[in-house]
Each structure stands twice: as C-alpha cells, then as structure tokens.
C-alpha cells in the first residue's frame, strides 16, 4: 500500500463557504466561457449551476480539473474534510503569534 502525502494550502478550507464557491473561483479565473467550452456544457448553464440555481454535478468538476490540471477542487475537499485533530491544532498555535500581534496593534490605535 502507498501513502499519500498531502501540501495543503493554508486557508484553503476557510477561504470557500462550500465546493460551489470554491468551484466557481476557479471557473471566473480561467473564464467561464472557455471552461464552458472544455467542459462541454452552455455558459449559461454553468453560470446557472454556480449560481446554486442548479445542480453542479461532481462530473462537471472532475472534467474541469483534468481539463485544466487545476487540482483546486480537489484540494479543498482534502482541507475540508480529511485533517485530522492533531494537525487542526498544530494550525491554530501556530496562528496564535500573528493574531497577538494583530490585537496589540489594534489596542494602539484604539488608545
């Protein structure tokens, strides 16, 4: 059996609300008309399905990942779903510097 490892980007789990706002971040940087056309489906339709009017089928992102060798998607479930506690931690005390930092500069200009 292999082990996968995994790089994920931090902050990608908190920068998207779900898979469609993720999905679709990635769809208007490309252009949603060129992934329309790669993906094999009308502009419209793929606006309407980002826009939640409409179901987004996985299908639909796993074209466009081996598309366009945006593995985006996929990463996002991964930080989503699949950190373990120990790591979730490690995450959070390594923020804690900066966040100290942020609040002293903003009880400064508070004062």
Not at 17 to 32: I, P
Not at 83 to 102: G, M
Request: hydrophobic fraction near 40%.
């Amino acid at each position: 059996m292999q082990q996968l490892s995994l790089s994920l980007e931090p902050g990608l789990a908190q920068r998207y609300r779900d898979m469609r706002e993720c999905f679709a971040a990635c769809v208007y940087q490309r252009g949603l008309g060129r992934v329309a056309a790669a993906c094999d489906v009308a502009p419209s339709n793929l606006s309407t399905m980002l826009s939640g009017e409409r179901n987004l089928d996985s299908s639909l992102i796993e074209k466009y990942m081996t598309e366009f060798g945006d593995t985006t998607p996929a990463l996002y479930w991964a930080a989503r779903h699949l950190q373990d506690s120990a790591t979730l931690r490690q995450q959070a005390i390594a923020a804690i510097p900066d966040l100290v930092a942020q609040l002293q500069r903003l009880v400064k200009e508070a004062a």
